[in-house]
Each structure stands twice: as structure tokens, then as C-alpha cells.
């Protein structure tokens, strides 16, 4: 039973930090490219970044790019998002979600190309 469960979302003021984690279990993490996808009210789901299996390839979107990081450890079943530098249009439910394949792909985020995901945890940017 495949399962993610994401932890520390919160609410933050513009210009601070928080770090979104994601617990897997129910399947090897390392065989698979993971992923984080964001969506705000009344807009639709975003693909936000992805890491492949083995950490060694990652992509973000342009609207984050240079202030998030997405990493993993894959002995402790865990991916993270860093974000810094948070922007109220950061606003939005984070979901963690699991590739169907070990590599993101230049459609990485294409929500088609993931079959599980977390339950989402929400972060709030405001001052």
C-alpha cells in the first residue's frame, strides 16, 4: 500500500522559509522520481519540481526557480521541498506525489505521469 504523507506546512510572513517533507512507505523510494505539485484557489493543479530516483536530476518551475530546492534521502524514505524567499502567490495546498518511472522526463510536470499521491498539507504566505 502505497503511501505519502507530507509535514511542515504552516503559515509564514512574504521573505520567510518553511521545508514541506514527505514520508513514503509502501514502495522502494529510490526506484522512482518524486515530485511536489501545488494548487491555489480557483487555479489548477501546478507541477512545482521534481527529483529523479537517484537525486541526480532536478527540474523546477520557472515561477519557483532559485528559491525552492527539492532534495531526498532515500535510506530515511523521505523528499523535501525547501522554500525560501516565500511569496504570497506561494500560497496554495502542497501535494507530494510518486512517479510512475525513476526519471522526471521533460513533462515532469504533467500530473499524468504520477500515481500516487499525499494527502497535501497547506502554506500560507502572509503578512
Known amino acids: 500500500q502505497v503511501q505519502l504523507v507530507e509535514s511542515g506546512g504552516g503559515l509564514v510572513q512574504p521573505g520567510g522559509s518553511l521545508r514541506l517533507s514527505c514520508t513514503a512507505s509502501?514502495?522502494?523510494?529510490?526506484?522512482?522520481?518524486m515530485g511536489w505539485f501545488r494548487q491555489a484557489p480557483g487555479k489548477e493543479r501546478e507541477g512545482v519540481s521534481c527529483i529523479s530516483n537517484s537525486g541526480d536530476h532536478t527540474y523546477y518551475a520557472d515561477s519557483v526557480k532559485g528559491r525552492f530546492t527539492i532534495s531526498r534521502d532515500n535510506a530515511k524514505n523521505t523528499v523535501s521541498l525547501q522554500m525560501n524567499s516565500l511569496k504570497p502567490e506561494d500560497t496554495a495546498v502542497y501535494h507530494c506525489a510518486k512517479s510512475i518511472v525513476a526519471w522526471c522526463g521533460g513533462t515532469w510536470y504533467r500530473s499524468s505521469r504520477f500515481n500516487s499521491w499525499g494527502q497535501g498539507i497547506q502554506v500560507a504566505v502572509s503578512s
Open positions: 509502501g514502495f522502494t523510494l529510490d526506484d522512482y522520481a
